[in-house]
């Protein structure tokens, strides 16, 4: 199952119209044999476009986005080489590293969107060029601009749901850890225990023997920090006087 919300039906629909019209298993090779030149002129298309991408200081952003698309284009000349739709494992692995790189859905989004204009051309061109004579061009159009629509939106829908889930894993694991460390801070620890200096040293306790000293605040109205936004600019405050300290 790729989604909830039709692009699987839809999408064989449209391989079918392909199929019919002889553009199907054909069309695959030809896709197959264009990806490298294709991918060179995505990956630009998306950095010229999408400034996330060369503003990252995270050196497997570009990497990881010129993989990402050759994963794609392998799919896409799969599918249209007789191939049956797959459950998109490699989208949601991309969207979960993404997520841990903290780097922004939105940007990843609109890449994809440059993505998918560029690809709708290309994949219909291909077609129209090996479909057979008898077939309707009109209706080869349509089925290949239907087939990249609704490849895009089963994407668009995967790589969102994925990235939503897993940030609110990490968010969650990431409170789990801070409630952890707060509790040894304030109950002291044995040096002998490994579990708490593998905690202390993920937070940036580095050194064997340190003092510390552990500021707990309470806010006068209590309610505020229901505010996100609120509590973090008076965690950021806390922070400044005690760093200016």
Known sequence: ????????????????????????????????????????????AVTAEVPAFTDSANPEVLPGLRRYIEAHLAEIARLLGGGLIGDFAFVRAHAERRSVQKFPLAAMLQAWRVVHRLLTPHVRDAALAVADKSAQMTRVVAAATDFVGDYAGAVGTIL??????????????????????????????????????RLLRRAGYLEQRQSYCVVVAQSVNPREMDNMARAQRIVDSMHEVIGGG
Do not use: C, F, K, N
Not at 174 to 190: I, P
């Open 1 to 44: 199952m790729v989604d909830d919300y039709g692009h699987e039906r839809r999408l064989r629909d449209a391989l079918m119209t392909l199929r019919q019209a002889g553009v199907v298993p054909a069309v695959g090779v030809s896709l197959e044999a264009g990806a490298s030149q294709l991918t060179e002129t995505l990956v630009e």
């Open 160 to 197: 969102t749901s994925t990235y939503v889930q897993h940030t609110r894993i990490l968010a969650e694991a990431e409170g789990d850890r801070r409630t952890a460390l707060l509790g040894t801070l304030l109950d002291g620890y044995d040096e002998s225990d490994q579990q708490a200096a």
